[in-house]
T-cell receptor
């Protein structure tokens, strides 16, 4: 069964510094997608970045990058040059391929609450 | 704006009351989902509908029912609310395939007293 683990319930980072949020996953499906979502205090779920299991390069989106280590089954989110507006809950999630076009359900980790200090 | 619309945004129920959470998407997605979010537990899948006319249980279906009314709409019903169902509920939709993430509604904060 697929599983996502985020071991850091809370993290602090100084403004303008980089921070890494950890995520490990477990699946026996060779085809899967890994996602990171941000949830600010207002509550909405905001998509940040995606990495496919067959992607050779780490995904990047602006200040966000995904450190994908397939053999270790980790998909850490790196936020560079942290801003006060980055303070939020961050969720790692995975969707398996199921071997067809339908795709599995999105399974979430427990989340990491990031606080950016001025 | 294109996206997923959930109603209501807030609701307080008394134990034993019933209610239906409404969800509609205008992105022509086949798949729709209902999640609940509780502190420290991430988002857990309640029910999902892979396509119009089908519904299946997720991780925590007890106490809930769903209806896929048409391709756009997917409702979640609490027949007899319990305090354990106090949570934030999210509806989402997606394209088929593992390369697609979900688009989420803005959430419903439900309190059962």
């Amino acid at each position: 069964a697929q599983k996502i683990t985020q071991t850091q319930p809370g993290m602090f980072v100084q403004e303008k510094e980089a921070v890494t949020l950890d995520c490990t996953y477990d699946t026996s499906d060779p085809s899967y997608g890994l996602f990171w979502y941000k949830q600010p205090s207002s509550g909405e779920m905001i998509f940040l970045i995606y990495q496919g299991s067959y992607d050779q390069q780490n995904a990047t989106e602006g200040r966000y990058s995904l450190n994908f280590q397939k053999a270790r089954k980790s998909a850490n989110l790196v936020i560079s040059a942290s801003q006060l507006g980055d303070s939020a809950m961050y969720f790692c999630a995975m969707r398996e391929g199921w071997g067809d076009n339908q795709g599995g359900k999105l399974i979430f980790g427990q989340g990491t609450e990031l606080s950016v200090k001025p | 704006n294109a996206g997923v619309t959930q109603t209501p945004k807030f609701q307080v129920l008394k134990t034993g009351q019933s209610m239906t959470l409404q969800c509609a998407q205008d992105m022509n997605h086949n798949s729709m989902y209902w999640y609940r979010q509780d502190p420290g537990m991430g988002l857990r899948l309640i029910y999902y509908s892979a396509s119009e006319g089908t519904t299946d249980k997720g991780e925590v279906p007890n106490g809930y029912n769903v209806s896929r009314l048409n391709k756009r709409e997917f409702s979640l019903r609490l027949e007899s609310a319990a305090p354990s169902q106090t949570s934030v509920y999210f509806c989402a939709s997606s394209e088929a395939g593992y390369g697609y993430g979900y688009t989420f509604g803005s959430g419903t904060r439900l309190t059962v007293v």
